[in-house]
């Protein structure tokens, strides 16, 4: 890594970050599981602070229907692979980070075996079963894990951190919805996950630097109004990952 530490500037100039906490950015690892809407701005977000080691998990390809909210893909690159498209862009924004890529759907065994390598697990993910078994496996492996998600004008964010034991993401929901929810199920406006999606990286940027982040709270975002609302998440009892 280069570590030009005239490009991080404004940022040292934060006291909450100064040349201490920039220096523990450069040598965290942050994975990122899904470069779609949430997961582009996060990406571009801990590159642009110098998270010097970012995991990108995610083996889908460019399509069509991507590009109103995905900002890390042109239409020239429809049909590639995201994740060699997003690495290439992201090392060259910022020379002084690696980008380890996953082209690979995540399942119980590999999410483990990939979490206990990374300090901060990020869910950019879009349907409920890839977020239980992210959950469960980043509570299994002891990572913290900044959990967004958008649906149409509104947007939700919370931080789990297990070595804390801190309420999950299955608190929030303990039931799969008997509907499948999906970006290819309902609306998203673009502008929206691009807000969620760099609250996902400020989390994880917080967590590094050991400041105050949502742990058994919850964000809710309503575009329409323009309101950010917190509220607090109670651990439940019968949860079968927290407990």
């Known amino acids: 890594m280069q570590n030009d530490m005239e490009r991080y500037q404004r940022q040292l100039l934060i006291k909450y970050i100064g040349e201490a906490g920039q ?25 642009a602070a110098g998270v010097g080691n970012i995991g990108l998990c995610d083996f889908d ?10 900002i890390l893909y042109t239409p020239a ?9 997003a690495k290439t862009k992201l090392e060259k924004f910022n020379p002084d980070i690696k ?18 390598n990374y300090d901060v697990v990020i869910d950019a993910l879009d349907n409920f079963p890839s977020r239980y078994l992210i959950n469960e496996a980043a509570y299994k492996s002891s990572v913290p894990l900044v959990c967004g998600a958008v649906c149409e004008l509104e947007g939700i964010l919370t931080t789990i951190i297990p070595k804390e ?6 608190c929030i929901y303990p039931v799969k919805p008997s509907v499948a929810l999906t970006s290819k199920t309902f609306g998203i406006l673009g502008a929206i996950a691009g807000i969620v999606g760099s609250l996902e ?36 009892k019968n949860c079968k990952i927290c407990q």
Do not use: H, M, W
């Not at 220096?23 to 590159?47: I, M």
């Open 23 to 47: 220096q523990k950015l450069f040598n965290a690892k942050v994975l990122v599981c899904g470069a779609g809407g949430l997961g582009s701005p996060a990406l571009t977000y801990l590159a």
């Open 61 to 70: 390809v460019v399509f069509p229907s991507n590009l109103n909210r995905q």
């Open 77 to 85: 690159e429809l049909g590639k692979q995201k994740a060699a498209i």
């Open 99 to 116: 980008v380890t890529t996953y082209s690979e759907r995540l399942n119980e065994s590999s999410a483990g075996n990939i979490f206990k």
């Open 165 to 170: 034991n801190t309420s999950c993401f299955q």
């Open 201 to 236: 990286a400020l989390e994880a940027i917080k967590l590094i630097l050991g400041l105050n982040c949502l742990k058994n709270k919850v964000l809710i975002f309503k575009g329409i109004e323009n309101t950010y609302r917190v509220k607090d998440l109670v651990k439940r």
